[in-house]
């Protein structure tokens, strides 16, 4: 495998970077895509196309490379890779149920590979403001594929604008649905995991009246109040959802207990002040337990890219591409360390890189189970075997 970046603020300078890329004897057969909505993501899949390169893509908020980091603008990751080894799989839901969507898609992979690993990229919220369960999205492709199956991705974005969000391939695009790069992982190795860093606050709390992922009561006490209140912030921050996420919520996302598992990070993404609710990022359920977080610490790049650091040592192994997922309370909450954070993984790894910050993550937890994310980067390097082998992570 043979990998490049390149970026670009139209799809002009794409074309231009992808010629300049090409002169070099580069032979790209597949571009991973990560494009502000402000852009025209048809007419960089018409640029690739003219190529003969698959096009895999979400829409992003801020994409970066090794290279650098831009907001409204184009990432792309270039690989030259066999194409017997990989297949880009688009299910757009529509009328289907999201089980529906997950269940072909997962049917799909394996009839392809035999170890087949995804590298996903899902809608989060199309126009009307409808949200997609990544929760409920990884437990049904594992429940086809299996728990041992290798998972890494993210949510699209939208520029923090909340009006919709998309996937797309080549020739089609959905504001609801999911798109998948399936790798066969007898050929392609992945090295990779999704770390938070935030760490938990105060004592245990319970919801005690919710509805799906609006949040009514904690501990018997309206949540909105007892939210504000007891991380110290007031009402007037919160006006609007945009500015309710990016003042109060993206700093303090709350660990929810999880059996067996990690906590899950939830972000309160807004509110609905007349019902005295949160609105939270995922579903939750009446009775969980959970704790507040406290904001991001300098530490916690330290703590992703020293685990980077003991993957790659204990894996004896280098990549030839990094693919980072990052989540987009990072970018507002970390400032330049986020970029920072990216830059040392692409650096460990010694390996061209790209990617985006979403509106959730898919990937390996530090336990070894894959999970839905957020506050996370989730983070994987590539790298084509030879001679083939299967990667054992047990």
């Not at 794409?14 to 990560?34: C, K, W």
């Not at 049904?140 to 996937?167: H, L, N, P, R, W």
């Not at 004592?203 to 005690?208: E, G, K, L, S, W």
């Not at 300098?298 to 990094?322: L, R, Y």
Request: proline share 4%; net charge negative.
């Amino acid at each position: 495998m043979k990998a490049k970046s390149i970026r670009g603020d139209s799809p002009e300078e794409i074309q231009s970077s992808l010629r300049e890329s090409l002169s070099a004897g580069f032979q790209p057969t597949l571009a991973y895509v990560f494009i502000s909505i402000r852009q025209d993501r048809q007419a960089v899949c018409k640029i690739l196309c003219e190529y003969n390169i698959d096009c895999i893509g979400a829409t992003s908020s801020t994409e970066f490379t090794e290279q650098a980091q831009s907001s409204g603008g184009i990432a792309i990751l270039l690989l030259e890779i066999d194409k017997s080894n990989y297949c880009i799989l688009f299910e757009d839901i529509g009328d289907r149920t999201l089980t529906d969507a997950a269940t072909h898609l997962a049917q799909q992979a394996l009839q392809k590979f035999t170890h087949p690993a995804l590298l996903i990229c899902s809608t989060s919220l199309n126009e009307d403001g409808e949200m997609l369960d990544g929760e409920s999205l990884i437990r049904q492709i594992e429940k086809v594929i299996g728990s041992q199956v290798t998972m890494f991705g993210g949510m699209a974005g939208d520029d923090m604008t909340f009006t919709g969000t998309y996937v797309f391939t080549n020739d089609q695009s959905t504001d609801l649905g999911i798109v998948a790069l399936v790798l066969d992982e007898d050929k392609i190795a992945l090295h990779g995991i999704a770390l938070s860093g935030w760490k938990p606050v105060g004592v245990m709390r319970r919801i005690t009246k919710c509805n799906k992922n609006l949040l009514y009561e904690i501990d018997g006490q309206p949540a909105l109040d007892m939210y504000l209140k007891y991380l110290g912030e007031d009402i007037s921050k919160a006006n609007d959802r945009q500015t309710f996420f990016n003042a109060v919520g993206l700093y303090y996302p709350f660990q929810v207990e999880r059996p067996g598992r990690e906590p899950m990070m939830c972000n309160p993404l807004g509110y609905d002040k007349e019902k005295n609710a949160l609105m939270l990022e995922s579903e939750v359920e009446e009775g969980a337990k959970f704790r507040f977080s406290t904001p991001p610490d300098f530490d916690i790049v330290e703590t992703v890219v020293g685990k980077a650091k003991e993957i790659k040592e204990q894996s004896v192994a280098d990549a030839e591409a990094v693919l980072i997922f990052s989540c987009a309370s990072r970018l507002n909450a970390l400032g330049p360390m986020a970029q920072q954070e990216n830059e040392q993984l692409a650096e460990i790894w010694n390996a061209p890189m790209a990617g985006f910050y979403t509106y959730g993550e898919f990937g390996r937890a530090v336990n070894g189970k894959h999970e839905f994310h957020s506050t996370t980067c989730s983070w994987v390097a590539l790298k084509e075997l030879c001679p083939p082998r299967r990667m054992n992570y047990n």
